[in-house]
């Protein structure tokens, strides 16, 4: 049969580009979908976009699908007609649900349902132009977007009008309709050649037709363009462009055709912070900054122009002037900052609200201040610069720059630390970096004293919120506590922080004043608020494949504890030894003895009443290794205190062979029960082994 | 090309699309959005085209003057279609064309913004069209109004005057834009913004506009029990207008001020509700 390739466009007035790539992918996934059922032979699928075109290639389609017969097996066939010969109610009702005529039916032998009604439907032979005008049809109607509109009569919905559709099987048209828009042979240029029509003949001819008016269709071909322009600049001015990945996706659906328009601006602009130049090039101007080797940044940026180079001296221009007007701004605030005085910022505190029931700013500026000192002791921190400079750690949130630009929250603390009177360098970097980790692959406090702080900062958040209630439930957590407690929790493991969450909640609760503490109980917040992190840390494992039987069996000895460190090497030992067999063994067990001593208080065993040998050996056993395996969990050695229980295996199954524990002696069952508890114990500070399925 | 000419050159284009050049509305407004043109103009499913130039009073943008890219007051050009043709996107490059930007030589970038405004219950999808890397139009297809889905959707196209002057005039203050070969744009307002900067921050009778603001929700009210959506919706406009003095005087808390938002969004919403039921009954929902 002979082939050709498919060539599908929809010109869409411009989608954002946070749109795009879920579109692709989705697009991708529905056309595969629906080609395999269209009874079409087909090649490779590929998807393009740019921000104003979603492009389909599909090779070697097949050019119609064959005639079949499809059989449809229904009721038992004594249901085709009855005693009289006519044919039945039900056989009916099977042949038009069929599509076929009731005297069509025949009646096969099926395998494990033997004589059945079978109805045999013709499929006609169709072509390829009308199968994949549905295709698209259908595959276009079912993309989701995060966002959509609707702009036309038959209120179609999208993420933008749709304009233009081309769409092609070899050179002729697939006929087909979206939101009122016929498919044609024809697309448009960009806008900065006029929207030109233009004719496609063939798909093969697509690319090349486009590219000679100057769009760019393949996403890869693009982004390739944009990251030899930026070589291209790193060549030529010996410098590091920031490649940031997202701001080069952005660019990617900003342009069909990018070109590099390098801009030097006045060097007065560099005495702003950095990380403020880069945030003004990159989210509101969407320019790469540039860097020496040494990572101070240049006096030019690089911008990237949809078009050509005519008229680059015009673009040139204006991006300096847009540049330069959100600098002077961004200037102005730093100057007026950098100039008011810090009492200023105090009094500021005091008056902006952390929460309506937890206080001011100020307020919380304290109680992180006493936890870290606390923290600080515990840990046998001396440093009195750091908890001094703790009480300026939300002076910059009364400041204008992070005012307008709240991206820069705590860092603009590095900045203005030399009016704090902060000098050292670690703790102008502690003060600027306790919203860190601010995502889940961010980076994380980068010395002891940051992480600290960030603790203190978070915790302080974390156990306010709980004793008022404000607990995040389903997508609603409004103040990121989920982001809170997977950040004290890598932070803590990052850091290998010797510090019990006991502790760390603890101090937070007593730095709040009495009328706030007595909304909650001590006892319950702690075990609601260790409950949460556990929730957290429990998917963190589960990213990494850690199956929930292990996490559910360590959640209470967490709860109890609160000890991050051993809670993940208790993980990790769990995960290393559940397939091994001797461990599956004692696991097995170990459900045994918890369901005969689960409630059972903890006695003496007493020598004296056993009354059999296997008795005995299990005791014996279990004393010798006891101290062992105790010294083993307290230094955390998991696996080795693990080794050591096994070797109850034998032991304990000859017990389980050849005693009887409830007997009728009250005395001597007792005993028998105080042995296995104590046998069971020995397994609870590493996991609740008996919650482990196989 | 001068401040004038550039007006002159824009109504001339829509003109020939078509569009009903109505006037500014003479009650104070944040956005040419409140237009009785715009507001009443986009709620039925008649066919409706205007463009008008708009000014826009925000108080709290005011800076006596002093900052170069700010004012409390402005203009604003207004397009309304609806619907819009297909070509829509061109037909707006083309007004860009008509006023002397020649886009094969300038960067243009349509940047994701959807708008919206709270005090009108009021959305839309669209972007801001950056000029070479300069915001110089809002283009937006409503999809609520007064909180009614709309439809027929109208699409709306603001540019911001003084910024495509700018633009145009290579000028990096906005008071140096020349009005005409004689004037700048300096000479008619500065003087006005000063005046308003210091009235907006500093002379505003808070009392007496909170007292305002109550008044004309009456008025709604009872006007619209009267029947007559056109006097109340002046009230609409004028409750909005004495929010924008409360917001610059830096006296609504948060509560506050989404109250009064919320309070102006039910008096459109019962303007918009009796104008739809009067004119389009088929379509009260």
């Known amino acids: ?694 | 090309m001068h401040f004038q000419d550039l007006i002159n050159k824009l109504n001339e284009y829509w003109i020939k699309q078509g569009c009903v050049m109505v006037q500014p509305y003479d009650i104070e407004k944040g956005a040419g959005t409140f237009n009785p043109a715009t507001f009443f103009g986009v709620l039925t499913s008649k066919p409706w085209a205007a463009c008008y130039v708009e000014p826009s009073r925000r108080p709290g943008d005011a800076r006596f003057g002093a900052n170069p890219n700010r004012l409390g007051k402005y203009y604003q050009y207004q397009v309304i279609i609806k619907p819009p043709h297909k070509d829509i996107q061109k037909i707006y490059l083309n007004s860009l064309t008509a006023i002397g930007i020649n886009l094969t030589e300038h960067d243009i970038k349509w940047v994701e913004d959807d708008w919206e405004s709270p005090t009108l219950g009021a959305n839309g999808i669209g972007w801001e069209v950056w000029l070479d890397g300069m915001e110089i139009t809002q283009f937006t297809y409503f999809q609520q109004m007064a909180s009614y889905q709309l439809f027929p959707i109208t699409v709306e196209i603001t540019y911001g005057l003084e910024r495509l002057c700018m633009f145009s005039q290579k000028k990096n203050n906005v008071f140096d834009i020349k009005w005409n070969e004689k004037i700048t744009y300096g000479d008619v307002h500065s003087e006005m913004e000063k005046q308003f900067s210091a009235y907006s921050f500093e002379f505003s009778d808070i009392q007496r506009i909170r007292n305002e603001f109550d008044y004309y929700e009456s008025q709604v009210a009872f006007l619209i029990d009267k029947s007559l959506y056109y006097p109340a919706y002046d009230m609409v406009m004028k409750a909005s207008h004495s929010f924008n003095l409360l917001m610059a005087r830096g006296t609504l808390s948060v509560a506050e001020r989404a109250n009064l938002i919320k309070r102006i969004r039910d008096m459109a919403r019962l303007c918009a509700k009796l104008y739809i039921e009067k004119n389009e009954p088929e379509l009260k929902k």
């Not at chain 1, 900054?289 to 204006?318: A, Q, T, W």
């Not at chain 1, 809670?567 to 696991?587: G, P």
Request: glycine fraction near 4%; hydrophobic fraction near 40%; charged fraction near 30%.
């Open chain 1, 1 to 694: 049969m002979s082939k050709n390739d498919v060539l599908f466009e929809l010109t869409v007035e411009n989608i954002p580009q946070r749109f795009v790539v879920g579109a692709k992918e989705q697009l991708l996934k529905k056309v595969t979908e629906l080609m395999s059922k269209s009874r079409l032979e087909f090649g490779e699928i590929k998807v393009y976009a740019t921000y104003r075109r979603l492009t389909v290639v599909i090779k070697d389609v097949s050019s119609k699908t064959e005639k079949i017969v499809e059989k449809i097996y229904g009721p038992s066939a004594r249901l085709l007609k009855d005693e009289k010969g006519n044919f039945t109610k039900a056989a009916e009702g099977f042949a038009r649900s069929c599509g076929v005529k009731v005297e069509s039916l025949k009646i096969e032998t099926v395998e494990k349902k033997g004589d059945v009604i079978c109805a045999e439907k013709i499929i006609n032979a169709q072509k390829a132009e009308k199968v994949l005008g549905s295709v698209f049809e259908q595959a276009v109607k079912e993309l989701e977007f995060p966002k959509n509109m609707i702009w036309e009569d038959s209120k179609f919905v999208f993420a933008r009008p749709i304009r233009n559709i081309l769409a092609i099987y070899g050179n002729k048209i697939i006929p087909l309709n979206i939101a009122g828009v016929k498919s044609s042979k024809n697309t448009f240029t960009s806008y900065f050649t006029g929207f030109k029509s233009i004719s496609v003949r063939t798909p093969q001819d697509y690319m090349k037709t486009l590219e000679k008016n100057h769009v760019i269709v393949d996403d890869l071909k693009r982004k390739n363009s944009i990251i030899r322009i930026i070589e291209g600049v790193e060549a030529f001015s010996k410098c590091v462009v920031n490649r940031d990945e997202d701001l080069i996706e952005e660019n990617l659906y900003l342009c069909e055709h990018p070109s590099g328009v390098v801009v030097k601006f006045p060097s007065e602009f560099l005495k702003l912070p950095k990380e403020l130049l880069n945030l003004v090039m990159k989210k509101q101007l969407k320019f790469f900054s540039c860097y020496d080797k040494k990572g101070n940044m240049l006096p030019f940026f690089l911008g990237i122009r949809d078009g050509v180079s005519k008229g680059h001296k015009n673009v040139e221009e204006g991006f300096l002037n847009v540049f330069k007007a959100r600098c002077s701004d961004a200037i102005f605030f730093y100057d007026t900052d950098m100039k008011t005085d810090i009492s200023v910022f105090e009094e500021k505190l005091k008056k902006l609200l952390f929460q309506k029931e937890l206080g001011t700013m100020y307020d919380k500026t304290l109680r992180v201040k006493s936890v870290l000192e606390a923290v600080m002791r515990e840990l046998n921190i001396e440093k009195k610069e750091l908890s001094d400079a703790s009480s300026f750690i939300y002076y910059d949130l009364v400041s204008s720059v992070v005012n307008e630009f709240s991206e820069l929250e705590g860092i603009m603390n590095y900045y203005y630390a030399s009016k704090y009177g902060v000098a050292d360098e670690e703790i102008k970097k502690a003060i600027s970096e306790i919203y860190l980790p601010n995502s889940s692959d961010s980076k994380l406090p980068s010395n002891i004293y940051s992480a600290v702080l960030s603790l203190s900062h978070k915790i302080d958040t974390l156990v306010g919120d709980f004793i008022i209630g404000a607990i995040p439930s389903g997508s609603n957590d409004p103040h990121g506590l989920r982001r809170y407690a997977v950040g004290i929790f890598r932070i803590i493991k990052e850091n290998d922080i010797p510090l019990s969450l006991l502790k760390l909640i603890e101090f937070s609760y007593n730095s709040y004043p009495e009328e706030i503490k007595k909304k909650k109980d001590f006892n319950v917040l702690k075990a609601e608020l260790l409950d949460f992190i556990y929730q957290r840390i429990e998917s963190i494992f589960e990213t990494d494949r850690v199956s929930s039987d292990i996490l559910n069996s360590v959640k209470n000895i967490f709860i109890r504890e609160g000890d991050i460190i051993r809670i993940i090497k208790r993980i990790k030992t769990l995960v290393e030894i559940k397939n091994k067999e001797d461990f599956r063994n004692i696991s097995l067990l170990y459900k045994r003895l918890k369901n005969i001593c689960k409630d059972f208080e903890k006695t003496e065993v007493q020598e004296s009443l056993f009354e059999k040998e296997e008795e005995k050996i299990l005791y014996d056993y279990a004393c010798r290794i006891e101290p062992s395996v105790n010294k083993f969990c307290k230094d955390m050695e998991y696996l080795k205190a693990v080794n050591e229980i096994t070797g109850l295996t034998e032991p304990l199954e000859n017990f389980f062979k050849n005693v009887m524990v409830m007997t009728e002696n009250e005395d001597v069952k007792k005993n028998r029960l105080a042995l296995l508890k104590k046998i069971y114990n020995l397994f609870s500070d590493i996991s609740d082994i008996s919650q482990i399925v196989y």
